[in-house]
Each structure stands twice: as structure tokens, then as C-alpha cells.
């Protein structure tokens, strides 16, 4: 999301969760979140979120530790 | 044949025992969706669009009721109004308007075979017939069924309301869709500097490639009974890959409480994603609610075809660079998938694990979604994967070719392995890819030369699927004789009852045969995901192993009780209880279930999975085929395929799963495809026509199990259904090619294809 963000596709934020961190790249990012979230805040459809080489399983309500780091990816289904 | 190098032996994993439904379904014995029969039941039909493309301006039920033996009536507007509700199905969102139009259309129909109106009758011919009885006023519109002309400016919109929208790193071009679109939605991937990645090349292949919808080609058709009782709740049984997922579905359009809907499923007679979307349960549900009993539907193999859904079609253009010593430089991918009638291809999966497989720094990849006038597609087996594949294993096959260098040899250098990022950034996991390439490579099939004669060629592709974990819940009764009953949610499609119950066994140390396992509906078992995603034997396999931990847990409690100790002093092992303190006693199963009900009565235990590592798998084939010049006709004359199953819970099944993938792969590659007349009709909606690969078409598969254990299941196991139709497509491709001199960049490959492309290239050579 390169140009939602100017060009960086990495960086640090603060959180202990991933809502706290969706905050904080909206702050930085407008128009971030909504690629992420829906008003209600959760998911978009389409969209999920892994950390490390992990799928999470409560989307935006998983905690994330320090040295986390946390990617938004496209939702997998399969046949 | 399986490899395995000092990996860790199971008593029962990794054995071979008789599938525990294999006797009933040999025998006929089974149950499948057409053997429901209940008293007083209807049978219902469809009445379905003659047109790819019209707006229903009036539908007059009258004449349908008034035949002798209709009961009902049903159309869109006896569903109750939807809204543009997205529900989450597991694993993936579903808008329910659309499915619910999907089921019945509402305003438009979009596809010939759109359903338009239901009729119940006392039997299925006079349903039949009062089809005809039905009048439609449509006024017909203009259609598109490629990606290309949907995407034309001035293109028929099938959603009026409907703009592109960004999906994650997505930036649609204002100047190509400036306001409404049939675009759905556009994700994208950049990364590293592509400039300089074109700068470094020493070669660069550039190709365009475009593929068909196939259908998954499950022998069952979609078959469903319901009941809507007085008292409100509704009873479906049905072929599906998703008990969970259908009484949602059903729930949400039906707009009554998920609890009031129970989904009985039946033995599926295949499935392989096709089987997970609903097309028949809400039609049938209100005729039986109209009419107070029990409504059956059957699709015939056409209304199979021409409206459930098939995968996507698609136009791909591939750009990759490369160094003259094989190291990839640049990657770019525009993926552009047919999503059918509404949105929701696996376009996004197709541009993920196409570039899995290797190292790539430098990318620029866009997946689009694409609506056109054909069937909404549906999940096939690793969706996306597949046709993702066939572009991008095409292009490198031609990169090495132009380096001079073997194709193993030019994916084993840019190979990805454990922490390389992919192109969301996440890193891989554990995984067996370099493995599964050096499997290839020095494989006698590999290092073979070619049977003798002309035109005869050998190609190679590899392929990946993530796999995926979700949630599955299993109980576990043990049985006075020591046995255990095992109840799960997962419908059986590949032998995963099987796979299931032997995991259960090796924890508890019994023998597969004493596991009863069972299938239970959605009112008898804990919520449990799709039968799909190669997740089953997974994430079910752990809901039963963690069931059956529960147990032992118990037996050593009530073993303690009998001998006076604490469970401490009691270890569990090979299916004995050992008092540690006496270093001689020990209490079988069965010795302890004798004197349950006193020692604090029956022994059962329930748990859930939800794992985050399902461990994504690779794969890979060998092909060598021979081609007619003249006729253009492939014969396939020798094929290994190669798949990592972490651990072969049952190595027959897996293999099972390996030649099944493969045999789609290669009908796919070879002669698999919607045929669209100029009016948008499928002109091949019939077995004879659409051209599937039987027994007599094909040699023995040769499976390779590759074993790279997974860390995030106890024993290793990786999904494994799947990823066995990713490499088919390409690795016929580049066999072909090696055949008869000349690249072929559409699918099917069918001999008409193959002719022209030589008569086209011999005509440019001149």
C-alpha cells in the first residue's frame, strides 16, 4: 500500500493489540484503515492478518507482542 | 512410493488400515443426497434464464399452479428482502443480497442458467413440466464472458451500482474505471525496484496466456431435501463440503436464527470446492414452507454446468527477468480472473502462490476481479493456484530454456525456503520446497531419457498451496468393549474419516479399527469449517487428537482410583495404564472401561481446534507426452507427481489425493473448458461434450510423497488435497512444447489449439 503510505512498506508503531496498531497507521496514514477494517471494525472482506508466518483468528482484537511483526494479507479459502 | 529420511514412526499414522466407509460405499450401502426419502415428499425444479444477460420485468406463476400435482410456487420475492450483508462463512466473506440472487434472481438475471423460479410438485416430471408453464417477460441485454471485453469502455455493466474497489494495496486507474465498472475490485504487490531489476536482466521473457473455466466435475450432483416444520425449524439434508456453512447461509437468506436450521449431511460424492457455496437449500425451503412437507431437488448434469459454479477463466500477462546465472531479477504480473456473475474470484490466491515457490526482491503484481456473464465461479481445488501456475511456470521454463540451464536447476537457485518473504511480506514457514525440487531432479523419471520416436516431450512445473486451519471440534465416547466412538463435523471427501480416526488411535494407542468414527450433523457436534483448504486431516485431526489427550487424561484419573494412587504415579503408553510406584501393574483400556461406572461413570471428552499453522505444502510433476502433428492430439505417455505431506496420516489417501489432482490437472491442460456459442450459451453442458480424462485417457500416476514435518501438527501433517492440481497445466505446457517446438499460451491445449499454433508458427518462421 506503498502509495497510501508515501512509499514505506515497513515501519514501527506502538500497540499491544491490533486495533491499537490500525490506530496508529490511520494517524499516520489516512485512509489506512478503511483498507483494513469496515466501520464497524472488522475485517474487510477479502482481507486477513498474520503474524509472523501465522494467521490470526481474532483479527483485529489479537494481541501483539513487542518484536511482532504483523502483516495484512488477502483472505485464503480453499476448495 | 514415499520418502521419508529418519522421520518419526507412528504405530497407526502412517499405516494403511481399511478405510472405515469403504465397505458401505462399495457395497451401495451408503447414504448419499438421493437416497432422502421422507413421507409426503415433493420434488422440486428450476426454472433457469434462457439468456446470459436480461432484466426480468415480469414473472406469472399462474399457469405453473394451475397443473395438476404442483403444489408451489416459489420466486425471489417469496425470500425475504436482503441486504448487502456480508457474512463470514470461515473462511471466507460471502455478500448474502448476492447469494440469495444467486439462488433466485431478484431484478436481473446474469448468466444462462440463472434461477428464476422454483415449482414444487408430487413428482419430479410434473415439477417438469410446469416449468413451461411459467412465463418470464425479460428484456434482454448485451453481455460480455471474457475479461477483456468486460473491461471494454461502454462494456454492459451486470451491476449498475457496482465501482472497482482497492483491496489492500490496490490502486485502480481512475482513467479505466471512472465510476461504475465490472471491475470488482483490484489488490496490489510492489516491492524492491523493478526498473533495476529490468536493468540487471540478461533475459526477460514477456507473455500473455488466457484460460477457460472448467468445472470441478464432481460426479454427485447438488442434491438438497428440506423440511420446514410448524414449529419453525427447518431440517436440510444435503451434499456438501460445509454442514456449518450451509445453515448459515441457509439462516441468513432465510432471515430466521441459525439454531432453528439443522443441516443433515450426506455421504459427497466429490465436491472439491464446488460444494461449499448454497444453490438449492432456500428455493427449497420456502416450497416446503408453502407447502408443509418435504421438498427434494436434484440438478441435472446441465444445470450442474451451466449454473453452479465453475472457476475462473482468465487473461494473465507475466514479465520476468532473470540473470544469465539464473537468478531471478524482476517479476511482473497483471492476473486478470472471471469472477462470474457476481464478485469473488480466487484471483488474489493466484498471484500469491504463483510466486511462492521462489525467491522474488523485485515485483510488481495486480490481481483483478472481473465480473461477466457466466456462472458466479465457485472454489476448485487450490482456487487460483492452478491457473496462476500455469502463467508463471510457463514463462520460467522458457527463461531457462534461453539460459541454457535445466529447469530444476534454475528453480532450485531461486528456490524460497523457511523465512523468505513472500510477495504480502509474511514470511514462509517451515516447508518443503527445495526438498520436493531435489525429489524432482533426481528422480529416474527425470534423469530417464525419452522414449524412443518423434515428437515426444518432457516438461516440469511445481506448484504450492498454503493449506489453511479454521476451527473443527470432535468427541470422543469410549465404549464399554473398549472401543472408541469419534464424532466429528467434517464431511468425508477424501478419506479424512479415516485420517481422523487414526490420529485419534495413535494418541490412545489402539488400533484404527477400534475407532468408530462418525459424521454428525450441526445440532450434534460443535462448530466445525468447510471440508476443504486441504484442512481436514489437519485441523480436525487436532480437534481429535486433543479429544483424545482429554481421554487418556481420564483413564489415567480412573486407573489411579482403581490402584489407590495419584495420577502422577500413572503413565500412559502404547494404550496401557503403568502404575510407576508398583513398576508392574498395568490397566488396558478395556480393563478400565469394565469398571467405569464405578469409577465415576462412561469416559467421554470433547474439544476444538483452531490452529494458526496449517503448514503450506508444495508440489510438482514430471509429464511426457507425445503429440500427432497432424492432429494435434496429446498423448500422455508417462507422468510423477510430487506433493509434501508433512506426514502421510494415511499414505494411500494421500496418493489418492496426489493422482486425483493430477488427473484434473492434465484434463484441465489438455481438453477442459466452458465452450460459449455467440449467444453466451454453453454449448457443452453434458459429460460427452465436456471432455474430462478417464482411466482410458491417462497412464498410472506415479505418486512421490514428500515428508518435511509440519511443526504446527503434532504428528507433521500438511493439507493435502490440494495442492496436487497446481503443476499439471504448466509442466503439459512445457512437455508439449518440447513435442513439437512451439508454445502454446491459451488453455485447453486441445488438439484444435495445438495445430493452429503450429501452422501459426511455421507460417512466421517463413
Request: charged share 20%; with cysteine; net charge neutral.
Amino acid at each position: 500500500m506503498r502509495h497510501i503510505t508515501g512509499g514505506v512498506d515497513k515501519l514501527r508503531v506502538e500497540g499491544t493489540t491490533i486495533r491499537q496498531v490500525l490506530e496508529q497507521l490511520e494517524s499516520r496514514f489516512p485512509g489506512f484503515k478503511e483498507r483494513i477494517v469496515d466501520e464497524e471494525g472488522s475485517l474487510q472482506p477479502g482481507v486477513a492478518i498474520a503474524i509472523g508466518n501465522e494467521l490470526t483468528v481474532l483479527g483485529v482484537l489479537t494481541p501483539v507482542q513487542e518484536s511482532d511483526e504483523v502483516h495484512f494479507i488477502p483472505a485464503i479459502g480453499g476448495g | 512410493m514415499t520418502t521419508t529420511e529418519n522421520r518419526p514412526q507412528f504405530k497407526v499414522v502412517g499405516t494403511r488400515p481399511v478405510r472405515h466407509d469403504g465397505l458401505e460405499k462399495v457395497t451401495g450401502k451408503a447414504k448419499y443426497g438421493a437416497d432422502v426419502i421422507l413421507p409426503g415428499m415433493l420434488y422440486g425444479k428450476v426454472l433457469r434464464s434462457p439468456h446470459p444477460h436480461a432484466r426480468i420485468k415480469a414473472i406469472d406463476t399462474s399457469g405453473a399452479l394451475k397443473v395438476p400435482g404442483v403444489m408451489a410456487v416459489v420466486t425471489s420475492k417469496d425470500l425475504p428482502i436482503q441486504s448487502d450483508k456480508m457474512v463470514e462463512l470461515g473462511e471466507a466473506h460471502a455478500n448474502m443480497k448476492q447469494v440469495a440472487e444467486n439462488c433466485l434472481a431478484s431484478d436481473k438475471v446474469l448468466y444462462k442458467g440463472h434461477a428464476v423460479a422454483a415449482v414444487a410438485a408430487t413428482s419430479p416430471h410434473i415439477a417438469e413440466e410446469a416449468l413451461e408453464a411459467i412465463k418470464v417477460d425479460y428484456e434482454v441485454l448485451p453481455f460480455v464472458l471474457s475479461v477483456d471485453d468486460a473491461m471494454k469502455p461502454g462494456a454492459p455493466l451486470l451491476h449498475e451500482s457496482m465501482v472497482t474497489k482497492a483491496i489492500l494495496g490496490g490502486k485502480p486507474d481512475p482513467a479505466k474505471q471512472v465510476g461504475k465498472s465490472n471491475v470488482s475490485s483490484e489488490m496490489r504487490w510492489v516491492g524492491g525496484n523493478l526498473e533495476q531489476a529490468w536493468r540487471d536482466s540478461a533475459v526477460i521473457v514477456e507473455r500473455e496466456f488466457y484460460t477457460k473455466p472448467v468445472h470441478q466435475g464432481y460426479i454427485e450432483p447438488h442434491v438438497t431435501t428440506v423440511i420446514w416444520n410448524p414449529d419453525g425449524r427447518i431440517t436440510v439434508w444435503t451434499s456438501t463440503q460445509h454442514t456449518f456453512g450451509v445453515r448459515q447461509q441457509t439462516a441468513a437468506i432465510l432471515q430466521v436464527p441459525e439454531g432453528m436450521v439443522k443441516v443433515v449431511p450426506m455421504e459427497i460424492g466429490g465436491g472439491f470446492g464446488g460444494k461449499i457455496n448454497v444453490y438449492l437449500e432456500p428455493a427449497a425451503a420456502m416450497l416446503s414452507k408453502k407447502t408443509g412437507h418435504p421438498v427434494k431437488m436434484v440438478m441435472t448434469r446441465k444445470e450442474v454446468f451451466e449454473a453452479s459454479g465453475p472457476t475462473s477463466g482468465s487473461h494473465n500477462k507475466i514479465k520476468i527477468g532473470a540473470t544469465k546465472d539464473g537468478k531471478i531479477t524482476g517479476w511482473q504480473a497483471w492476473f486478470a480472473f472471471e469472477a462470474g456473475a457476481y464478485p469473488g474470484s480466487p484471483v488474489a490466491m493466484g498471484a500469491m502462490c504463483s510466486s511462492a515457490p521462489y525467491v522474488i526482491e523485485n515485483f510488481d503484481i495486480s490481481a483483478l476481479d472481473i465480473v461477466v456473464n457466466k456462472p458466479k465461479v465457485a472454489a476448485y481445488r487450490a482456487p487460483g493456484s492452478p491457473i496462476g501456475a500455469y502463467a508463471i511456470e510457463s514463462v520460467l521454463d522458457e527463461i531457462a530454456e534461453k539460459l541454457g540451464m535445466d529447469p530444476m536447476d534454475f528453480r532450485l537457485k531461486n528456490a524460497s525456503k523457511e523465512g523468505t518473504r513472500q510477495i504480502t511480506g509474511a514470511p514462509l514457514g517451515k516447508i518443503g520446497n527445495t526438498e520436493v525440487m531435489t525429489q524432482v531432479k533426481n528422480h529416474p523419471h527425470y534423469k530417464s531419457p525419452l522414449p524412443p520416436g518423434k515428437n515426444i516431450g518432457r516438461g516440469v512445473a511445481m506448484g504450492y498451496w498454503f493449506n489453511i486451519g479454521m476451527q473443527s471440534s470432535a468427541v470422543i465416547n469410549v465404549n464399554p468393549d473398549g472401543t472408541i466412538s469419534l464424532v466429528t463435523g467434517s464431511v468425508d471427501i477424501g478419506g479424512t474419516r479415516a485420517a481422523v480416526a487414526m490420529q485419534a488411535a495413535e494418541i490412545l494407542g489402539i488400533r484404527a479399527e477400534d475407532v468408530i468414527p462418525t459424521v454428525a450433523d450441526t445440532d450434534s457436534i460443535g462448530w466445525t469449517g468447510v471440508t476443504g483448504g486441504s484442512r481436514t486431516a489437519f485441523s480436525t485431526g487436532i480437534a481429535a487428537i486433543n479429544a483424545a489427550e482429554e481421554v487418556k487424561r481420564q483413564l489415567i484419573a480412573r486407573a489411579a482410583l482403581m490402584w489407590e494412587v495419584k495420577p502422577e504415579d500413572v503413565e500412559f503408553k502404547d494404550g496401557l495404564c503403568i502404575n510407576k510406584k508398583s513398576g508392574k501393574d498395568t490397566l488396558s483400556i478395556k480393563q478400565i472401561v469394565a469398571k467405569m461406572m464405578m469409577t465415576g461413570g462412561y469416559i467421554t471428552a470433547s474439544a476444538t481446534s483452531n490452529p494458526k499453522m496449517p503448514g503450506a505444502a508444495f508440489g510438482a510433476m514430471i509429464v511426457d507426452v507425445k503429440v500427432d502433428p497432424e492432429t494435434g492430439k496429446v498423448d500422455v505417455l508417462r507422468v510423477t507427481a510430487f506433493q509434501d505431506a508433512g506426514k502421510a496420516a494415511h499414505p494411500s489417501y494421500v496418493e489418492g489425493q496426489i493422482q486425483g489432482g493430477g488427473v484434473q490437472g492434465i484434463g484441465w491442460a489438455l481438453n477442459e473448458e466452458y465452450y460459449h456459442t455467440k449467444d453466451g450459451v454453453m454449448a457443452n453442458s453434458s459429460w460427452l461434450d465436456y471432455r474430462m480424462p478417464t482411466t482410458l485417457d491417462l497412464p498410472m500416476i506415479d505418486p512421490v510423497i514428500v515428508e518435511v514435518p509440519n511443526p504446527g501438527h503434532p504428528f507433521g501433517l500438511r493439507g493435502v488435497g490440494e495442492v496436487g492440481i497446481c503443476a499439471p497445466m504448466a509442466a503439459v505446457r512445457n512437455a508439449v512444447y518440447r513435442a513439437t517446438g512451439t508454445r502454446m499460451y491459451q488453455l485447453p491445449m486441445n488438439p484444435g489449439v495445438i495445430v493452429s499454433a503450429m501452422a501459426a508458427q511455421k507460417a512466421a518462421k517463413k
